[in-house]
C-alpha cells in the first residue's frame, strides 16, 4: 500500500491585508515556520484560508504564490472548489499548471444536487486533470454529506481521486468511510478534518488529519502523528490530552481565521492578521485572550 499523502496537513491561513493584497513576507514566514515544525504538507485555500471570499484571480495569485515559495520542501494543496463546475475546473487546471501536487475539492455549496449531478461535478473535473484530487466534505457549510458508498464509487471510477477530508462532526462517519473506501481502494487516503478526531481517525486505520489549531500549534498534531507511527501509544495519548484544549479557541468567534492568524503572531511569528469582509478582525480583548490562553496551555 502507498498512500502518496498522509500525516498533519496543515490548512493554511493566507496572510493578506484589509484590502485584499497579499502579505507575502508573512506568507513566508508562516510557511517557512511550518515546515521547520515537520509537517507532511501544506493546503492553501481551505475554509481557514478564506477561499470563499476571493475572487478567482486572487484565488489563482495565491495559489501561485504559495507553491512557488514552497518550492517542493513538501507536499502543496490548493483547495479549488466552488459552486460552479467551469471555475472548478479553470482553478484546478491552474494548480496544475503551477506545480501544485494535489487539489482539494469541496462540494458546490448553495444547491443541494441531485446525487447524479453531484457524482457528474467530480467527474468533469476529474477528467480535466492529472493532479491527484482530495475531496473536501464539510456538510455544515455545504448543506451535503458524501456518503461512503458515493466516495467508493468516485475513487473507482476516477483513478486520480485519491483521497477526502473528513470535516463531520460523527467519528462513526468517519470510521465507515475508513472501512468502506478502503476495503476496495486501500490507497485512498482518508483524513480528519476536525482537529480533536485525528487520533481515532488514526486508530480506526485512516491517514492524517488537516487541522487548523496546526497553523499555530503544529508540534501537538505532529507529536500525535509521529508518536502513532513510532508506535508509542502513551505519548500519542499525552499529545492528543495537550491538543484538546485549543478548540476552546473555535468557539471566541465566527468564522475562526481572525482567531488563527492572531493565534500565529502570538507565536511570533510576523504576520498581518487583516482578514476579508464580511469576516472581521478580532478585538482586543479577544486578541489579549488568544495569547494569555495560548501562553497557558503551551506551558503547561
Not at 470563499?52 to 483547495?79: C, D, H, W
Not at 479549488?80 to 494535489?102: N, V
Not at 457528474?120 to 457549510?141: C, G, M
Amino acid at each position: 500500500m502507498n498512500i502518496q499523502f498522509h500525516g498533519v496537513v496543515v490548512p493554511v491561513p493566507t496572510i493578506l491585508y484589509r484590502d485584499g493584497q497579499v502579505d507575502e513576507k508573512g506568507m513566508r514566514n508562516l510557511i517557512d515556520f511550518l515546515i521547520e515544525s515537520k509537517v507532511n504538507g501544506l493546503f492553501f485555500l481551505g475554509s481557514g484560508g478564506e477561499f470563499a471570499q476571493m475572487s478567482v484571480e486572487l484565488r489563482k495569485k495565491v495559489a501561485a504564490f504559495a507553491t512557488q515559495y514552497v518550492n517542493g520542501r513538501v507536499p502543496v494543496l490548493i483547495g479549488t472548489g466552488t459552486p460552479s463546475t467551469k471555475e472548478t475546473i479553470a482553478l484546478s487546471t491552474h494548480a496544475q499548471a503551477i506545480g501544485a501536487d494535489a487539489v482539494v475539492v469541496i462540494n458546490p455549496y448553495y444547491y443541494h444536487l441531485a446525487e447524479e449531478h453531484l457524482f457528474q461535478y467530480f467527474s468533469e473535473v476529474a477528467d480535466q486533470i492529472e493532479l491527484p484530487i482530495i475531496l473536501y466534505n464539510y456538510p455544515a457549510l455545504t448543506g451535503q454529506d458524501l456518503t461512503a458508498e458515493f466516495v467508493l464509487q468516485l475513487a473507482k471510477t476516477h483513478s486520480n481521486i485519491v483521497g477526502i477530508k473528513e470535516t463531520v462532526e460523527s467519528i462513526g462517519h468517519t470510521r465507515e468511510m475508513i472501512q468502506t473506501v478502503k476495503s476496495e481502494k486501500p490507497d485512498f487516503a482518508v483524513f480528519s478534518g476536525y482537529d480533536d478526531h485525528f487520533l481515532s481517525c488514526l486508530v480506526n486505520g485512516g491517514d492524517g488529519s488537516i487541522p487548523l489549531t496546526a497553523s499555530f500549534v503544529p508540534e501537538f498534531s505532529v507529536g500525535i502523528y509521529q508518536s502513532f507511527t513510532n508506535n508509542n501509544f502513551r505519548e500519542m495519548v499525552d499529545f492528543h490530552r495537550k491538543l484538546a484544549p485549543l478548540l476552546q479557541l473555535y468557539k471566541l468567534d465566527t468564522p475562526f481565521m481572525n482567531v488563527a492568524k492572531e493565534a500565529i503572531r502570538a507565536r511570533g511569528i510576523e504576520v498581518s492578521t487583516d482578514v476579508l469582509a464580511p469576516a472581521r478582525s478580532l478585538s482586543i480583548d479577544k486578541v489579549k485572550y488568544v495569547k494569555d490562553f495560548l501562553e497557558n496551555v503551551l506551558n503547561k
